[in-house]
Nanobody, 125 residues
Framework: QVQLVESGGGLVQTGGSLRLSCAAS?????MGWFRQAPGKEREFVAA????????LYGDSVKGRFTISRDNDRNTVYLEMNSLKPEDTAVYYC?????????????????????WGQGTQVTVSS
């Protein structure tokens, strides 16, 4: 079992920035971020393939968010810039530890076998 510990959420004003972190207790093949706002379905945010760093982003965050990884620390980061009120949600970290990683499929939650507890991000207008 891989444990995921998220941190970095909080309250920020429109146009501000936040950085989320997710530390995994073991090796993963890919990691991703999803978010869920009240009353809405879970939405894919970003993902990264561990072997080569290849990334995938959801359309609503392209150009504003950046996902990166620290191999030595088994940690993935989500740098969020130009935040908007519609970015308000609980952000969940996810890890894929088994199976082949096809980057284009990382937008699907079922690809992941471990999930974090979530961290709240609130963007005030």
């Amino acid at each position: 079992q891989v444990q995921l510990v998220e941190s970095g959420g909080g309250l920020v004003q429109t146009g501000g920035s936040l950085r989320l972190s997710c530390a995994a207790s073991g090796r993963t093949n890919a990691m991703g971020w999803f978010r869920q706002a009240p009353g809405k379905e879970r939405e894919f945010v970003a993902a990264i393939r561990w072997s080569d760093g290849r990334t995938l982003y959801g359309d609503s965050v392209k150009g504003r968010f950046t996902i990166s990884r620290d191999n030595d620390r088994n940690t993935v980061y989500l740098e969020m810039n130009s935040l908007k009120p519609e970015d308000t949600a609980v952000y969940y970290c996810a890890a894929k530890t088994r199976g082949l990683v096809i980057t284009d499929r990382l937008a699907v939650g079922a690809q992941y076998d471990h999930w974090g507890q979530g961290t709240q991000v609130t963007v005030s207008s």
